[in-house]
T-cell receptor, first 116, second 112 residues
Framework: GAVVSQHPSWVICKSGTSVKIECRSL??????MFWYRQFPKQSLMLMAT?????????EQGVEKDKFLINHASLTLSTLTVTSAHPEDSSFYIC????????????FGPGTRLTVL | SQQGEEDPQALSIQEGENATMNCSYK?????LQWYRQNSGRGLVHLIL?????REKHSGRLRVTLDTSKKSSSLLITASRAADTASYFC????????????FGAGTQVVVTP
């Protein structure tokens, strides 16, 4: 099946710094990718939709200036958490549809962010 | 926001037993999917059922969908220790292609 990778798998940073997380589709092209956040023992919450060649669309309540999304190519989307704070500590997961208009999403392995 | 509820929140069973978990949702859907997540890992797609389907099977998995009650169930038969994980339902809608709204999840522990 389709494979989605994320890098890094975990990151620890100091409060106030920015962290970039990459999401790659390894064997397929993805014009759209999705970013989710998952707090411990909770479910996934959709943060934003990343669109290749255009601006990302953010879900209600998600600060677009804090969570910068860039979909630079058909296989890469990046999420940058700017001026990170401890409350941003979470598990960030991206997903991509395997083929255009398929309903099945392929999820990356996730990135554990810890902000000290 | 989360689409709905899953119950039970946690389920502990022995190997060989069946595990059943339920998912309820609030809005009209195009499809409902079940995913598995091992601790600290990404999600693995298990099965997708469309709104015009009532039941679907895949190996030891059986999913039902009742759109009139806005609910779905996932049955894992003859469970194994390797089935220990969190299970999430997620719904997709026609007007928000690709976006999934997840349920709260059911944590399943299968003991040998």
């Amino acid at each position: 099946g389709a494979v989605v990778s994320q890098h890094p798998s975990w990151v620890i940073c100091k409060s106030g710094t920015s962290v970039k997380i990459e999401c790659r589709s390894l064997d397929f092209q993805a014009t759209t990718m999705f970013w989710y956040r998952q707090f411990p023992k909770q479910s996934l919450m959709l943060m934003a939709t990343s669109n290749e060649g255009s601006k990302a669309t953010y879900e209600q309540g998600v600060e677009k200036d804090k969570f910068l999304i860039n979909h630079a190519s058909l296989t890469l989307s990046t999420l940058t958490v700017t001026s990170a704070h401890p409350e941003d500590s979470s598990f960030y997961i991206c997903s991509a549809p395997g083929t255009l208009f398929t309903d099945t999403q392929y999820f990356g392995p996730g990135t554990r962010l810890t902000v000290l | 926001s989360q689409q709905g509820e899953e119950d039970p929140q946690a389920l502990s069973i022995q190997e060989g037993e069946n595990a059943t978990m339920n998912c309820s949702y609030k809005t009209s859907i195009n499809n409902l999917q079940w995913y598995r997540q091992n601790s600290g890992r990404g999600l693995v797609h298990l099965i997708l059922i469309r709104s015009n389907e009532r039941e679907k099977h895949s190996g030891r998995l059986r999913v039902t969908l009742d759109t009139s009650k806005k609910s779905s169930s996932l049955l894992i038969t003859a469970s194994r220790a390797a089935d220990t994980a969190s299970y999430f339902c997620a719904t997709g809608t026609t007007d928000s292609w690709g976006k999934l709204q997840f349920g709260a999840g059911t944590q399943v522990v299968v003991t040998p």
